[in-house]
């Protein structure tokens, strides 16, 4: 079965330091990965995803980037946090080729920058 | 662009009672998917329910099913025999065909009495 990773599960971090948050899938080939944002009381929105290694798309310009080293991690990133980037963050696969069209998410990092 | 509303932001229900939520959508596509989410206070997403819109039939998970009205672009999910364990945010979400993203309404928080 499908297994899906993220971590660290709580990260406080202080306005203008790095972000690295790492999400890993087990048992699939070649998903599509997804990073989605929650602010507080709100729905996902989602920020990037990507079909294929080093294949990035990027839903909405802002301070976060993300990357794709291997076929299963997908990995988000900030060079200089901003207040702003709070939230709840959740990463998500998909595999159509083996008709899995819905997305599953992991468990979330709860991201609080002060 | 598509856009999905969920027009109740809180609903209650005894337990063992049936209760129903609603989602409407705007779309001009004939190609797209439909899912609830639920999200317990432990925030991870849980898909609960899934609906292709070129099937007619409701789709049915145990005590969750649909009513997707077309025509109406409508999506409204009914959970029976109501637990103490089915309360959460349920959020309404659209994926069009042969597109990467999902577009999620705003939530329905749902509380169940005992």
């Known amino acids: 079965s499908q297994t899906i990773h993220q971590w660290p599960a709580t990260l406080v971090q202080p306005v203008g330091s790095p972000l690295s948050l790492e999400c890993t899938v087990e048992g699939t080939s070649n998903p599509n990965l997804y990073w989605y944002r929650q602010a507080a009381g709100r729905g996902l929105q989602l920020l990037f995803y990507?079909?294929?290694?080093?294949?990035i798309s990027s839903e909405v310009p802002q301070n976060l980037s993300a990357s794709r080293p291997q076929d299963r991690q997908f990995i988000l990133s900030s060079k200089k946090l901003l207040l702003s980037d709070s939230g709840f963050y959740l990463c998500?696969?998909?595999?159509?080729?083996?008709?899995?069209?819905?997305?599953?998410f992991g468990p979330g990092t709860r991201l609080t920058v002060t | 662009a598509q856009t999905v509303t969920q027009s109740q932001p809180e609903m209650s229900v005894q337990e063992a009672e049936t209760v129903t939520l609603s989602c409407t959508y705007d779309t001009s596509e004939s190609d797209y998917y439909l899912f609830w989410y639920k999200q317990p206070p432990s925030r991870q997403m849980i898909l609960v329910i899934r609906?292709?819109?070129?099937?007619?039939q409701n789709a049915t998970e145990n005590r969750f099913s649909v009513n997707f009205q077309k025509a109406a672009k409508s999506f409204s999910l009914k959970i029976s025999d109501s637990q103490l364990g089915d309360a959460a945010m349920y959020f309404c979400a659209y994926k069009k065909g042969g597109s990467e993203k999902l577009v999620f309404g705003k939530g329905t928080k749902l509380t169940v009495n005992p």
């Open positions: 998500a696969w998909s595999n159509m080729g083996q008709g899995t069209w819905e997305q599953y």
């Open positions: 990507s079909v294929g290694i080093g294949q």
């Open positions: 609906q292709e819109a070129y099937k007619q």
